[in-house]
């Protein structure tokens, strides 16, 4: 069998208040092209399928879109587990409807795991938990810590598998030894629920989310990462899906090609600002001029989607400042017009000015509605 592993989708994220929609659909479209091309037999998502619990219309209705596509056009069973940021309950409801369709969901921690079968291969659905749940479930272990409740789960899958056919686990932990990107949001859990290595011995992949990297932790042990680039900090990664193949006990990838990419680009501002329109996630450093809303604006009309500028601070020589679309757009009138006297005119607005520009601004506003 040909196994696709995904994880971390995170549908319905915006990425410096910019929606990563269209990103997605593309995304989608990519994944339905790839399980066709490469006679994939199963797919199977280790958690994060949202990016919040609550998530929004747009999203859900996308998630629906690649359900449909994947296990009724294509007719490819897909194995789903909930991870962090999902609505475990929401994930999992009509599962038993869905099972039907060969959409196999596991939201919460059960006891007595069973595995779904298919041919040569049994799998194992292990969505994210906490130590209590895991508690209550397992109330004759002695259970400290999230690697203790992680062993208790995973032997007791091992005292029942069927040694004979290839055993995959799917699971939304941090295990030990995985690199994270700069500023990603998974390492926000800390060390506290980290696992070792050796939990999933004995099992023949082990399919794992969480972490945005893809990386290789042991022969039988993989983070697909996600397919898409959520932060800076991910810049300079490329993105996969993995494929496992259970007759050749291999591991392939298969790179996601953004509709728009992210980066980061630095130089002079001369040659900076003489830059080609793109409309990739940008991040520009400036390094050798001091950077303010008006230059920010100027990148704008060639970058729609810039994220963040950052060069040269007014305030301190030796020192750099970032400006982020999302913090401007967060700023209140008064506070735009005060930046914009300290960039251009190293001064602070007058009372007399601040005055002025109200009255202005309180007129405008009864234009609009008049």
Same mark, same amino acid.
């Given at each position: 069998m040909? =196994?696709?592993?995904?994880?971390?989708?995170?549908?319905?994220i915006?990425?410096?208040?910019? /929606?990563?929609?269209?990103?997605?659909?593309?995304?989608?479209?990519?994944?339905?092209r790839?399980?066709?091309?490469?006679?994939?037999?199963?797919?199977?998502?280790?958690?994060?399928?949202?990016?919040?619990?609550v998530?929004?219309?747009?999203a859900?209705?996308?998630?629906?879109?690649i359900?449909?596509?994947?296990?009724?056009?294509?007719?490819?069973?897909?194995?789903?587990?909930?991870?962090?940021?999902?609505?475990?309950?929401?994930l999992?409801s009509?599962?038993?409807?869905?099972?039907k369709?060969?959409?196999?969901?596991?939201g919460?921690?059960?006891?007595?795991?069973?595995?779904?079968?298919?041919?040569?291969?049994?799998?194992?659905?292990i969505p994210?938990f906490?130590?209590d749940?895991?508690?209550?479930?397992?109330?004759?272990?002695?259970?400290?810590?999230?690697?203790?409740?992680?062993?208790?789960?995973?032997?007791?899958?091992?005292?029942?598998?069927?040694?004979?056919?290839?055993?995959?686990?799917?699971?939304?932990?941090?295990?030990?030894g995985?690199?994270?990107?700069?500023?990603?949001?998974?390492?926000?859990?800390?060390?506290? +629920?980290?696992?070792?290595?050796?939990?999933?011995?004995?099992? /023949?992949?082990?399919?794992?989310?969480?972490?945005?990297?893809?990386?290789?932790?042991?022969?039988? =042990?993989?983070? /697909?990462?996600?397919?898409?680039?959520y932060?800076?900090?991910?810049?300079?990664q +490329?993105?996969?899906v993995?494929?496992?193949?259970?007759?050749?006990?291999?591991?392939?990838?298969?790179?996601?090609i953004?509709?728009?990419?992210?980066c980061?680009?630095?130089?002079?501002?001369?040659?900076?600002?003489?830059?080609e329109?793109?409309?990739?996630y940008?991040?520009v450093?400036?390094?050798?001029k001091?950077?303010?809303i008006?230059?920010?604006?100027?990148?704008? /009309?060639?970058?729609?989607?810039?994220?963040?500028?950052?060069?040269?601070?007014?305030s301190?020589?030796?020192?750099?400042?970032?400006?982020?679309?999302?913090?401007?757009?967060?700023m209140?009138?008064?506070?735009?017009?005060?930046k914009?006297?300290?960039?251009?005119?190293?001064?602070?607005?007058?009372?007399?000015?601040i005055?002025?520009?109200l009255?202005?601004?309180?007129?405008s506003?009864e234009?609009?509605?008049?």
């Amino acid at each position: 069998m040909r =196994i696709l592993h995904t994880s971390d989708w995170h549908l319905g994220i915006s990425l410096h208040n910019i /929606s990563m929609h269209d990103e997605h659909r593309h995304f989608k479209n990519m994944l339905s092209r790839i399980i066709r091309d490469n006679n994939i037999d199963i797919v199977a998502v280790s958690g994060d399928i949202f990016d919040s619990s609550v998530s929004n219309s747009e999203a859900i209705a996308l998630y629906n879109d690649i359900v449909n596509e994947i296990c009724l056009d294509l007719k490819t069973p897909m194995l789903v587990i909930a991870g962090n940021h999902d609505g475990a309950a929401r994930l999992s409801s009509m599962r038993r409807l869905l099972t039907k369709s060969r959409m196999f969901v596991s939201g919460k921690l059960e006891r007595d795991i069973k595995p779904i079968s298919f041919e040569d291969a049994d799998f194992y659905l292990i969505p994210y938990f906490n130590i209590d749940e895991a508690r209550y479930l397992y109330p004759e272990h002695e259970i400290k810590n999230y690697e203790d409740a992680m062993n208790v789960v995973c032997d007791e899958i091992r005292e029942k598998m069927d040694r004979k056919k290839a055993n995959i686990v799917l699971s939304h932990s941090f295990v030990g030894g995985a690199l994270l990107s700069d500023g990603e949001r998974s390492a926000a859990v800390g060390t506290v +629920n980290i696992i070792s290595q050796q939990v999933f011995k004995e099992f /023949s992949y082990v399919a794992l989310g969480h972490i945005h990297r893809k990386q290789k932790l042991a022969d039988n =042990i993989f983070y /697909s990462g996600s397919p898409l680039k959520y932060s800076i900090g991910e810049a300079n990664q +490329n993105k996969f899906v993995l494929i496992y193949d259970t007759q050749t006990d291999t591991v392939g990838e298969i790179p996601i090609i953004p509709l728009n990419n992210l980066c980061v680009i630095e130089g002079a501002y001369d040659t900076l600002i003489n830059s080609e329109f793109s409309e990739d996630y940008v991040k520009v450093i400036v390094n050798d001029k001091y950077v303010g809303i008006e230059m920010l604006e100027s990148f704008r /009309s060639i970058f729609p989607n810039l994220i963040a500028l950052e060069g040269k601070s007014i305030s301190a020589s030796d020192s750099v400042t970032t400006l982020t679309m999302e913090e401007v757009r967060n700023m209140a009138p008064l506070d735009i017009v005060n930046k914009f006297f300290e960039e251009n005119f190293d001064a602070e607005v007058e009372p007399q000015q601040i005055n002025s520009f109200l009255e202005l601004l309180s007129k405008s506003g009864e234009e609009e509605f008049s």
